[in-house]
């Protein structure tokens, strides 16, 4: 037997830890099937700690359970025999979690029921199976290192760590719910995403959810307290420096006055071609409405993506039509689809846009969009033909889907009378280190002022898959320390100050606008914006050497 398991009241080969309470014995003890559905049920249960809930304490029981079950799976085995155990819990783990926090992603599915219903599970029940395979990978690098005491806490955050960053950069990257949300909801601890960003976030977030483990499986009070004391320590110390960096409100940008119009389209009626006119009368209707006696009139008004059922650079009219609508000095930045011509013997190449246009109906300036959405705005070109073939297609019905601008770098956005503007088009602002790289070469003399996002989250209903963006994007706004403009379709609309303050928000699914001051930007940015993910490296190998050389082997 080896040291920290005594087997005096436990059940023939079921592990425990010194002093283990009996139910802590039984959840380590569990095998198979059962141990399988205990993870997936606790990894469902933290998806709790995400937004619209942002229930912290789901998580800590979450992890802290799940430590138990992986200090079962490492008992009496040597390293590698840990693996294949270890990785099955993380992938049932990660199964359940993405399970309960992804289901939404079904409503997208029934807009167009008739031509996509069948591909529902695939979405709800197939897309989080797969990513489950990202952290087995995780629990399975930790069960090579796991460790009695504190050192496993460690081996934990270290593989579920580095199981997040692979997410959210392999195969395209889908770093939707990553766990340092959970400690990017609260206004005084989202500031630490200005330092670290949302890997570092996440490091933290499984350090202090998972300490609480020890607590009954520690041999001395010292290794059963202390993981649960330093962590309280450390949200204490995020608490406080959020605290202090918050201080007064951020100022605001002199001679700008934006106007965001949430037209709330049906996403069934958004795209037909039949609907343009009165799509076109009902975005000038709105970005028209007065302003409350004694404000400002907008300089700047703001549609959300892909706001035109048709290629309005190639319709005179229209185009004369939306510069008509404007007065004199305004500028509109609006969502759009846009057509390249092609070269000889290829396809028109579609892009989903942002254009910048004029009181002289010129379009000035465009951005296209980088990071595609698979299978929703393009299909993976090893499946392409085949899927084609099948009679299949993306959910954006544009002729063979959409093309990716060519370059990063395009981001910036250049608007009159604003600020340079790092451009984003929906799914983008999930993207850490993507807003602008580290490193981008912007002019000194012009750094970016604003993160815009255009989006159109009517897909997914009253869910809390627009939530879930919402707080996506804002995290962005605090690492790069840039305020954020968010116009979405039916909402939420936004616009949020560089400390992740909202300045003023829509309710979602009502067609209204919002009038509001453009924050200014923090001046010399964050340590985030200048490194980006170099900080959550050394954070990453600290946990290594942390679950190495802390404690003994199990």
């Not at 909801?185 to 330092?195: H, S």
């Not at 968010?486 to 928000?505: C, F, K, L």
């Amino acid at each position: 037997m080896t040291a920290g398991y005594a087997r005096a009241s436990a059940a023939p080969g079921t592990p425990t830890h010194d002093r283990m309470p009996g139910f802590v014995q039984a959840i380590a003890g569990l095998t198979g099937w059962r141990r399988l559905g205990l993870a997936w049920l606790v990894g469902a249960l933290g998806a709790l700690a995400m937004p619209p809930f942002g229930a912290l304490p789901a998580l800590v029981l979450s992890l802290t359970v799940v430590v138990w079950l992986m200090d079962g799976a490492a008992a009496d085995r040597p390293a590698l025999r840990r693996l294949w155990p270890c990785f099955l819990i993380g992938w049932a783990w990660g199964f359940g979690y993405l399970t309960a926090g992804l289901w939404w992603l079904g409503q997208a599915f029934l807009v167009q029921a008739d031509e996509f219903l069948w591909a529902l599970p695939l979405g709800v029940v197939g897309l989080p199976f797969g990513l489950g395979l990202f952290y087995g990978t995780g629990f399975g690098a930790a069960g090579l290192l796991w460790r009695r005491g504190a050192g496993r806490i460690a081996a934990l955050a270290f593989g579920i760590g580095g199981a997040e960053w692979l997410r959210g950069h392999l195969f395209t990257g889908f770093p939707w719910n990553t766990l340092g949300m959970a400690l990017a909801q609260n206004l005084w601890l989202i500031q630490g995403a200005a330092e670290i960003g949302l890997y570092g976030l996440t490091v933290l977030a499984i350090l202090i959810c998972a300490a609480p483990a020890t607590l009954a499986t520690g041999s001395r009070p010292r290794s059963r307290l202390g993981p649960s004391v330093a962590a309280a320590l450390l949200l204490g110390g995020m608490a406080l420096f959020g605290a202090e960096r918050l201080g007064s409100a951020d100022p605001v940008v002199a001679g700008v006055r934006l106007r965001l119009v949430q037209p709330n389209l049906p996403q069934d009626a958004k795209f037909r071609p039949e609907n343009r006119a009165d799509i076109v009368d009902r975005y000038i209707e709105l970005s028209q409405r007065p302003v409350e006696a004694g404000e400002p009139e907008p300089t700047h008004i703001v549609w959300p993506e892909s706001a035109f059922p048709f290629l309005i650079q190639r319709d005179p009219e229209a185009l004369a039509k939306v510069a008509a609508g404007l007065k004199p000095g305004q500028h509109l930045v609006t969502g759009a689809a846009r057509a390249e011509e092609p070269l000889p013997g290829e396809r028109l190449r579609y892009f989903n846009a942002i254009l910048v246009i004029g009181p002289d109906g010129v379009i000035s300036d465009s951005y296209d969009k980088v990071h595609l959405v698979p299978f929703g705005e393009y299909l993976p070109s090893p499946l392409d033909a085949a899927l084609r073939a099948l009679g299949l297609r993306q959910f954006v019905a544009v002729p063979g889907g959409f093309s990716a601008g060519a370059l990063a770098a395009q981001r910036i956005l250049a608007v009159p009378g604003l600020p340079p503007v790092a451009a984003t088009i929906c799914y983008e602002a999930i993207f850490p280190g993507a807003i602008l790289p580290a490193g981008h070469a912007a002019p000194a003399a012009h750094p970016p002022g604003l993160i815009l996002n255009v989006t159109n989250d009517a897909w997914f209903g009253d869910t809390p898959g627009p939530r879930q963006h919402l707080a996506q994007a804002r995290l962005r706004a605090v690492e790069q320390g840039l305020p954020l403009v968010r116009d979405a379709n039916t909402g939420i609309s936004a616009v949020i100050d560089p400390h992740g303050r909202i300045v003023a928000e829509t309710p979602l699914n009502q067609e209204t606008w919002l009038d509001a001051d453009l924050p200014a930007r923090i001046v010399g940015g964050t340590l985030y914006g200048r490194f980006g993910d170099a900080v959550f490296a050394l954070m990453l190998a600290a946990c290594f050497v942390g679950a190495v050389t802390a404690g003994r082997r199990i």
